[in-house]
């Protein structure tokens, strides 16, 4: 079994940075793909960047790339989320992910384990 705890969430104006973490326990992660994702109210839940079991092939939505960089450090089974440009449309709970195989799915479905989430907010 595997843990799943996300921080780093919180209120930013528009044009500011966060970064979020998510960091697995339990049992080492080194061999996972790992996601994050998010979730606005009344919306479905859709990826928002996703990286394979050793940091070498990245994944992210359109509406994020070249704002928000993911990163991992394999040491401390620790997944990052470096987001910067926020925009109020990137206010969401957000939603890390562990994948049970080495390569990445932008699938929601294909993730065995989840934390519960850490709310970003973005005021215009």
């Known amino acids: 079994q595997v843990q799943v705890v996300e921080s780093g969430g919180g209120l930013v104006q528009a044009g500011g940075s966060l970064r979020l973490s998510c960091v697995a326990s339990?049992?080492?992660?080194?061999?996972?793909?790992m996601g994050w994702f998010r979730q606005a109210p009344g919306k479905e839940r859709e990826i928002v960047a996703a990286?394979?079991?050793?940091?070498?092939?990245?994944h992210y939505q359109d509406s994020v790339k070249g704002r928000f960089t993911i990163s991992r450090d394999g040491v401390k089974n620790t997944v990052f989320l470096q987001m910067n440009s926020l925009k109020p449309e990137d206010t969401a709970l957000y939603y890390c992910?562990?994948?049970?195989?080495?390569?990445?799915?932008?699938?929601?479905?294909?993730?065995?384990?989840w934390g519960q989430g850490t709310q970003v907010t973005v005021s215009s």
């Open positions: 990286i394979n079991w050793n940091g070498g092939a990245t």
């Open positions: 339990g049992r080492t992660i080194s061999s996972n793909a």
């Open positions: 992910a562990v994948r049970s195989m080495l390569w990445y799915s932008a699938n929601a479905n294909d993730y065995a384990y």
